[in-house]
């Protein structure tokens, strides 16, 4: 009797112990290893970092997707991180774009990986033909603090000083006195450069009036007189005639009573030859 109850119990427990085994091969068949969004958000973080990147990715933690067999490939959507594409290299892998939320200023900072190759040394024909890098110039004018409406007084909140190519404009001011306390003829937008025709009138130069010419060319720096054709405001354009050369030239007004020429305006705004031939 015993024997027949103890052949019992052990049938017993190898049939529940093959029902666990099917169970537990049931289960992982039916239910894959995953990869989550947390998991996936940390690879793009990863990545951007060697690129010089802090990435905050948009995707949702608990988001969950097939797990890979091979590692994820992670690149730069239409040429800059601002979106990551996640890939999943596998035979049926899968494919989602992913916000990274990074710096506007350092959007473009990603270069794809190239191949290393020796350098040649150029020829003669290609060193002459090599682009030289110009050198933008700047200086500092007067510029919009923040926003005024047309008939404000200017105060010294409204302005400041900020440097600007030389090419930006040529009817700008260097000295914030020179445009205080003056009357706004127009709305003036934050970060605009404040210009002459934008105050009302000022004349600093009065048609006339004996003033120095300016003329910089480089380190050189030649004076002459002149005598104003047109009234002009401090930092607009007078027309002045050099007493010396009989010439009519352009220049901008600096102060009440000099107006500048610079090394590359000296050609464009000679007006008039007065000199008889």
């Given at each position: 009797?015993?024997?027949?109850?103890?052949?019992?119990?052990?049938?017993?427990?190898?049939?529940?112990?093959?029902?666990?085994?099917?169970?537990?091969?049931?289960?992982?068949?039916?239910?894959?290893?995953?990869?989550?969004?947390?998991?996936?958000?940390?690879?793009?973080?990863?990545?951007?970092?060697?690129?010089?990147?802090?990435?905050?990715?948009?995707?949702?933690?608990?988001?969950?997707?097939?797990?890979?067999?091979?590692?994820?490939?992670?690149?730069?959507?239409?040429?800059?991180?601002?979106?990551?594409?996640?890939?999943?290299?596998?035979?049926?892998?899968?494919?989602?774009?992913?916000?990274?939320?990074?710096?506007?200023?350092?959007?473009?900072?990603?270069?794809?990986?190239?191949?290393?190759?020796?350098?040649?040394?150029?020829?003669?024909?290609?060193?002459?033909?090599?682009?030289?890098?110009?050198?933008?110039?700047?200086?500092?004018?007067?510029?919009?603090?923040?926003?005024?409406?047309?008939?404000?007084?200017?105060?010294?909140?409204?302005?400041?000083?900020?440097?600007?190519?030389?090419?930006?404009?040529?009817?700008?001011?260097?000295?914030?006195?020179?445009?205080?306390?003056?009357?706004?003829?127009?709305?003036?937008?934050?970060?605009?450069?404040?210009?002459?025709?934008?105050?009302?009138?000022?004349?600093?130069?009065r048609t006339g009036e004996k003033v120095m010419i300016e003329h910089k060319?480089?380190?050189?720096?030649?004076?002459?007189?002149?005598?104003?054709?047109?009234?002009?405001?401090?930092?607009?354009?007078?027309?002045?005639?050099?007493?010396?050369?009989?010439?009519?030239?352009?220049?901008?007004?600096?102060?009440?009573?000099?107006?500048?020429?610079?090394?590359?305006?000296?050609?464009?705004?000679?007006?008039?030859?007065?000199?008889?031939?």
């Amino acid at each position: 009797m015993k024997r027949l109850i103890f052949s019992f119990l052990f049938v017993v427990s190898l049939i529940c112990g093959l029902t666990e085994v099917a169970n537990a091969v049931n289960t992982a068949d039916a239910d894959p290893k995953f990869i989550y969004g947390k998991d996936i958000n940390q690879k793009i973080i990863d990545v951007l970092a060697e690129q010089g990147l802090a990435a905050q990715p948009s995707l949702r933690n608990g988001r969950r997707f097939r797990a890979c067999n091979a590692a994820l490939n992670i690149t730069p959507l239409q040429g800059n991180f601002r979106t990551a594409s996640v890939k999943c290299p596998d035979r049926d892998g899968w494919s989602i774009a992913v916000r990274t939320r990074i710096a506007k200023t350092l959007v473009n900072t990603y270069q794809a990986p190239t191949k290393v190759e020796a350098k040649k040394a150029p020829t003669k024909v290609e060193a002459k033909k090599a682009p030289t890098k110009v050198e933008v110039k700047t200086m500092m004018v007067v510029t919009m603090s923040r926003s005024v409406k047309r008939g404000a007084v200017i105060t010294a909140d409204d302005v400041k000083l900020a440097p600007v190519s030389r090419k930006t404009s040529k009817h700008y001011f260097t000295r914030i006195q020179d445009v205080v306390a003056r009357k706004a003829t127009r709305n003036m937008a934050i970060d605009r450069i404040v210009e002459a025709r934008q105050l009302e009138l000022n004349w600093a130069i009065r048609t006339g009036e004996k003033v120095m010419i300016e003329h910089k060319i480089g380190p050189v720096q030649v004076l002459s007189e002149g005598v104003a054709l047109s009234n002009a405001q401090l930092g607009g354009t007078a027309r002045i005639l050099n007493t010396k050369s009989k010439r009519e030239v352009e220049g901008i007004v600096v102060s009440g009573k000099k107006i500048f020429i610079g090394a590359n305006m000296s050609e464009n705004l000679v007006v008039k030859d007065n000199r008889r031939r």
